[in-house]
C-alpha cells in the first residue's frame, strides 16, 4: 500500500516530466481509469477534514438545555442590502430570516421570543423580517427593550402579542432622504409610498388606527430638531402600538400560555 | 435603500471604506458555504453563512462573529 503511494506521486505531473521519457506514456493510460474512484472518497475526506478543523475558541462549554422556545434578538441596526461599515452593530436579515424558516420547520420549537433594542435600518430588510414573523404558525412574543425605533417599530407589533419594558422607547418619525431637498412631486410621492407600505403594516398589526400613527409621526414639538413622537412604556400602550407593559417573566408566561393553547387547538383538531 | 433609522445618515456610513477593503474568502462546509475574513494564517473569523439547510443558521458554531480554524487547502 505505501509503496504503491510513492509511485502514485511519482508519476504525477512534477515528477513525471523529470523522469525518463518513454514512462509518462503507459503511467498516463491506467490513470483515467483509477482516478474517478479516487475523486469520490476524496471529497468526502475533504469534508470531513473541514468538519474536524472547525474548532470553537475562548469559549466553555454552556450545560445543553433542551428548550421549546426559539429567542430572536434584533438588535443595533437592520442591515439589509448594504453592509454596514464596523462601527455599527448589526442584526443581518439574510441570518434572521433562515433562522425564522428554521424556527418554523423544526418541530422541537413551540414558541418564538422576539427581543428588540434597535435604533432601525433598511426599511426592505426590516419589513421582510416583520413579515416573516407576521406570518409565523408558531405563537410569538416580541418584547422591546430599550429601544424599538423607526423600522423596529412594525418588527415589535408583527408577533401575536407585544411587551415593552416600562423604560424602553419607540420612536416614531417619518421615513426621509437625510439631507436632500426633495426636488420633484414624484420623490415625495415615492418616499410617502414607502411610508404607507410601514403605516399600514403597522396598522394591521396592532390596535393603533392609521391615522392616529400618522399623527404621532407628523407632530412637532416632541423631538428636538425633528417631526414625529417618542413614545415611552405605558404610552405605546395607550396608544394601542403594543399591547402591554412588562419585562422577560411576562412575556414568558404569555409564550407559555399561547404555546398551551396552540396545542390544545391542535388536540382539538386531530 | 431607503433608510429609516434614529441614527444619522452620516455617523451610521462613516468608515465605508473599511468595508470595501475587507478581503473575504469563501470556505465549503458539506452544502454550505461560509464567507470568511481571515483573522490570521488558517484563522477566520465568519462574516457570513450561505446555506441551503436553515437548520444550519440555528448552530452557534456557524454564526457570523465566530472563529473558524482551517487546514491549508492542499487543492489550490
Known amino acids: ?270 | 435603500m431607503i433608510f429609516y433609522s434614529v441614527v444619522p445618515m452620516e455617523v451610521v456610513f462613516a468608515n465605508m471604506e473599511q468595508v470595501e477593503k475587507r478581503e473575504l474568502r469563501e470556505l465549503p462546509l458539506g452544502e454550505a458555504t461560509m464567507v470568511v475574513e481571515p483573522t490570521g494564517p488558517y484563522e477566520g473569523r465568519i462574516v457570513r453563512l450561505i446555506s441551503p439547510n436553515p437548520q444550519d443558521y440555528l448552530n452557534p458554531r456557524l454564526a457570523p462573529g465566530e472563529t473558524v480554524r482551517f487546514r491549508p487547502d492542499w487543492h489550490a
Open chain 1, 1 to 270: 500500500m505505501p509503496n504503491r503511494r510513492i509511485t502514485d506521486y511519482l508519476n504525477r505531473p512534477p515528477f513525471s516530466g523529470s523522469q525518463d521519457v518513454p514512462q509518462p506514456a503507459p503511467a498516463e493510460q491506467p490513470q483515467p481509469a483509477t482516478a474517478p474512484p479516487a475523486e469520490a472518497p476524496g471529497t468526502e475526506d475533504q469534508k470531513k477534514k473541514v468538519l474536524d478543523s472547525i474548532t470553537q475558541l475562548g469559549q466553555t462549554n454552556v450545560p445543553q438545555l433542551e428548550s421549546n422556545i426559539y429567542c430572536l434578538t434584533i438588535i443595533g441596526q437592520v442591515e439589509g442590502h448594504i453592509q454596514l461599515p464596523p462601527q455599527n452593530k448589526t442584526t443581518k436579515y439574510e441570518h434572521i430570516i433562515p433562522q425564522l424558516v428554521a424556527a418554523e420547520q423544526n418541530s422541537k420549537v413551540e414558541g418564538v421570543l422576539v427581543i428588540l433594542n434597535t435604533v432601525g435600518g433598511d426599511v426592505e430588510a426590516g419589513l421582510a423580517i416583520a413579515e416573516m414573523v407576521s406570518s409565523l404558525s408558531k405563537p410569538v412574543v416580541t418584547l422591546v427593550l430599550g429601544g424599538g425605533h423607526s423600522i423596529g417599530v412594525p418588527i415589535a407589533v408583527a408577533g401575536d402579542y407585544s411587551f415593552i419594558a416600562e423604560t424602553a422607547t419607540m420612536t416614531i418619525h417619518p421615513i426621509r432622504l437625510t439631507g436632500l431637498v426633495i426636488g420633484v412631486p414624484q420623490t415625495f410621492e415615492y418616499l410617502d409610498k414607502m411610508q404607507d407600505r410601514v403605516v399600514s403594516f403597522i396598522a394591521r398589526h396592532s390596535k393603533i388606527s392609521e391615522e392616529k400613527f400618522r399623527e404621532l409621526m407628523l407632530r412637532t414639538g416632541e423631538l428636538t430638531r425633528d417631526i414625529g413622537t417618542n413614545v415611552i412604556g405605558a404610552d405605546a400602550v395607550k396608544y394601542g402600538l403594543i399591547d402591554e407593559v412588562g419585562g422577560l417573566g411576562k412575556a414568558l408566561k404569555k409564550l407559555n400560555e399561547l404555546i398551551e393553547k396552540a396545542r390544545s387547538g391542535e388536540k382539538v383538531l386531530q
